[in-house]
């Protein structure tokens, strides 16, 4: 029987999820915060960095293609939680692999490796996802998104800016082996028998929930997916996806080295990135969650695009003119303002997307909507990153924000009615 003297089923769940996307966020904080940063130093140009980054993302954007197995592939043996275990030790080995390497020399073969790590990642994202749709429920969605975006941004945070501070002092491989120890020792949590009984249902229930989903037949796994694919709220979520956060994850993409080309020390970077970027993304991530839940999630949607425009506007200026000298203050300052507006954004969008990933293939679904994110990161990120240095940070930053503000609108708008899947 559940301990009805401790924790409340909600906070539990906001511990656990909060843990495991924990460690979904310490590698992401790492390659694509860091790396950037130590590549720069180490003489790599800012198109082969973004490019770099960018084709990471890949994986992250096509993971939908392989979710439906983590839907199919399930028994009474073989749960979500080995799906993220089993993702977990293989994300550890990659990452170990860069001990031995250098990274001015084997940029080719880091890649390579990275990628791996990215689509081992992936995967692990397509199971937290599963578990966390499958064990919530629909009026705390809100709050619950935003306690999740918090624990992975504090991962991003520690592993981010926090490596950038560590790697000067201790050296990369240091930093390494401790994001290979800080990504595999939460699997441990999978194993208590308090996210078992918090997470999992009896094996009758469990196998009723597999058979419903995949028809019993890999034919009914086919038919679900064209179920899936012919609901107008599928694409109306993955142009959601794909589009309104075009603005911020470019600015991403970019940051670290428009900060180093703006004569901000790499020190400030790593602080900038670890206390002021994290801590207001963390704080709108939990706000965003409340308003969410209050609001609803269509206009917390609304505000938080708003918010995040204004934001990624007053950075891009900010960093337009290397030759501009910037008070600290002042761009701490635009930073939190910004941070806010993304962790708002996204705490309320996911709860939004959440509500659409209906069934059937509900993880599915909802895999396809994050990839779609992740394709938002790709496509915005290598656009700001092969442009800006002949456009312009301003032009390039503020036509991205129009998008992200164009699809948001767009998609919110086509919400209004009804969307179903044709008879």
């Given at each position: 029987?559940?301990d009805?003297?401790?924790?409340?089923?909600?906070?539990?769940?906001?511990l656990?999820f909060?843990?495991l996307?924990f460690s979904?966020?310490?590698?992401?904080?790492?390659?694509?915060w860091?790396?950037?940063?130590v590549l720069?130093?180490?003489?790599?140009?800012?198109a082969d960095?973004t490019?770099?980054t960018a084709t990471?993302?890949?994986?992250?954007?096509f993971?939908?293609?392989w979710?439906?197995?983590?839907?199919?592939?399930?028994?009474?043996?073989?749960?979500?939680?080995?799906w993220?275990?089993?993702?977990?030790?293989l994300m550890?080995?990659?990452?170990?692999?860069?001990l031995?390497?250098?990274l001015g020399?084997?940029?080719?073969l880091?890649?390579?490796?990275?990628?791996?790590?990215?689509?081992?990642?992936?995967?692990?994202d397509?199971?937290?996802d599963?578990?966390?749709?499958?064990?919530?429920?629909h009026?705390?969605?809100?709050?619950?998104?935003?306690?999740?975006?918090?624990g992975m941004?504090?991962?991003r945070?520690?592993f981010?800016?926090?490596?950038i501070?560590?790697?000067?002092?201790f050296g990369?491989?240091?930093q390494?082996?401790?994001l290979?120890?800080?990504?595999?020792?939460t699997?441990?949590l999978?194993?208590?028998s308090?996210?078992?009984?918090?997470?999992w249902?009896?094996?009758?229930?469990f196998q009723?929930?597999?058979?419903?989903?995949?028809?019993?037949?890999?034919?009914g796994m086919?038919r679900?997916?064209?179920?899936?694919l012919r609901?107008p709220t599928?694409?109306i979520?993955l142009g959601?996806?794909?589009?309104a956060?075009?603005?911020f994850?470019?600015l991403g993409?970019?940051?670290?080295?428009?900060?180093?080309?703006?004569?901000f020390?790499?020190?400030?970077?790593?602080?900038?990135?670890?206390?002021?970027?994290v801590?207001?993304m963390?704080?709108?991530s939990?706000?965003?969650?409340w308003?969410?839940?209050?609001w609803?999630?269509?206009?917390?949607v609304?505000?938080?695009t708003?918010m995040?425009?204004?934001?990624?506007?007053?950075?891009?200026?900010?960093?337009?003119?290397?030759g501009?000298?910037?008070?600290?203050?002042?761009m701490?300052?635009?930073?939190?303002?910004?941070?806010m507006?993304?962790?708002l954004?996204?705490?309320?969008?996911?709860?939004l997307?959440?509500?659409?990933?209906?069934?059937?293939?509900?993880?599915t679904?909802?895999?396809?909507?994050?990839?779609?994110?992740?394709g938002?990161?790709f496509?915005a990120?290598?656009l700001?990153?092969q442009?800006?240095?002949?456009r312009?940070?301003?032009?390039?930053?503020?036509?991205?924000t129009?998008?992200s503000?164009?699809?948001?609108?767009t998609a919110?708008?086509?919400?209004?009615?009804p969307?179903?899947?044709?008879?």
């Amino acid at each position: 029987m559940t301990d009805q003297s401790g924790p409340s089923p909600f906070a539990r769940r906001a511990l656990l999820f909060s843990l495991l996307y924990f460690s979904e966020g310490a590698p992401i904080g790492f390659i694509w915060w860091a790396l950037p940063t130590v590549l720069s130093q180490r003489g790599v140009s800012l198109a082969d960095t973004t490019a770099l980054t960018a084709t990471l993302v890949l994986p992250w954007t096509f993971k939908f293609l392989w979710a439906p197995l983590v839907d199919w592939l399930q028994s009474p043996w073989w749960h979500l939680r080995h799906w993220i275990v089993t993702s977990q030790l293989l994300m550890v080995a990659t990452l170990a692999s860069l001990l031995t390497l250098d990274l001015g020399s084997h940029l080719s073969l880091i890649g390579g490796i990275l990628f791996f790590h990215a689509v081992a990642a992936a995967t692990q994202d397509v199971s937290i996802d599963a578990l966390c749709i499958a064990s919530s429920h629909h009026e705390e969605r809100g709050r619950l998104n935003g306690w999740m975006q918090a624990g992975m941004l504090l991962g991003r945070s520690l592993f981010g800016g926090g490596s950038i501070l560590l790697i000067a002092k201790f050296g990369f491989r240091a930093q390494v082996t401790l994001l290979c120890l800080a990504t595999g020792t939460t699997a441990l949590l999978l194993f208590s028998s308090w996210a078992r009984d918090l997470s999992w249902r009896s094996t009758a229930d469990f196998q009723a929930q597999v058979n419903e989903s995949s028809g019993e037949n890999p034919g009914g796994m086919v038919r679900q997916l064209m179920t899936v694919l012919r609901t107008p709220t599928t694409w109306i979520g993955l142009g959601f996806a794909l589009s309104a956060g075009a603005g911020f994850e470019a600015l991403g993409a970019v940051q670290s080295p428009l900060l180093l080309q703006n004569g901000f020390s790499d020190e400030f970077i790593g602080w900038l990135l670890l206390v002021p970027n994290v801590g207001g993304m963390m704080l709108g991530s939990l706000a965003g969650g409340w308003l969410a839940d209050r609001w609803g999630h269509r206009r917390a949607v609304l505000f938080g695009t708003v918010m995040t425009g204004a934001g990624v506007s007053l950075v891009a200026w900010a960093l337009s003119d290397p030759g501009k000298a910037i008070p600290v203050s002042q761009m701490v300052s635009i930073y939190i303002f910004e941070a806010m507006g993304v962790g708002l954004l996204t705490a309320s969008s996911y709860a939004l997307l959440m509500d659409l990933a209906q069934p059937p293939l509900s993880a599915t679904r909802y895999s396809l909507f994050m990839a779609g994110t992740n394709g938002c990161e790709f496509w915005a990120g290598l656009l700001a990153g092969q442009t800006i240095a002949a456009r312009g940070t301003i032009p390039i930053l503020g036509a991205l924000t129009a998008v992200s503000l164009g699809g948001a609108l767009t998609a919110l708008l086509l919400l209004r009615r009804p969307a179903v899947a044709p008879g």
